[in-house]
């Protein structure tokens, strides 16, 4: 059974930095590309970034490039999100999720505001 688990939100004030982390289980996680996605209250769910099951190449979302900076740790089952220069606009709820599956964890609040 595939188990994600993200933890490390909280609230932050604009400019301030947050690490997110994602705990997987119930796969071999060093086999996929994973992703971050949020979702903005009464938005969508918007993809944020996705790193390859190397490590090696992550992409991400053009309003969050040069802020966030995904990295994993394969021998741990986790993925970071390292997360700076935080905007009220990336209040949201977070989440991991391999990259191709839509099964997330029960996600993580930031929320950005002073």
């Known amino acids: 059974q595939v188990q994600l688990v993200e933890s490390g939100g909280g609230l932050v004030q604009p400019g301030g930095s947050l690490r997110l982390s994602c705990e997987a289980s119930?796969?071999?996680?060093?086999?996929?590309?994973m992703a971050w996605v949020r979702q903005a209250p009464e938005k969508g769910l918007e993809w944020v970034g996705t790193?390859?099951?190397?490590?090696?190449?992550?992409i991400y979302l053009d309003s969050v490039k040069g802020r966030f900076t995904i990295s994993r740790d394969n021998g741990k089952n986790t993925l970071y999100l390292q997360m700076t220069s935080l905007k009220p606009e990336d209040t949201a709820v977070y989440y991991c999720r391999r990259a191709e599956f839509t099964e997330r964890g029960r996600g993580t609040q930031v929320t950005v505001s002073s």
């Open positions: 790193i390859d099951s190397g490590g090696q190449i992550p």
């Open positions: 119930g796969f071999t996680f060093s086999r996929y590309s």
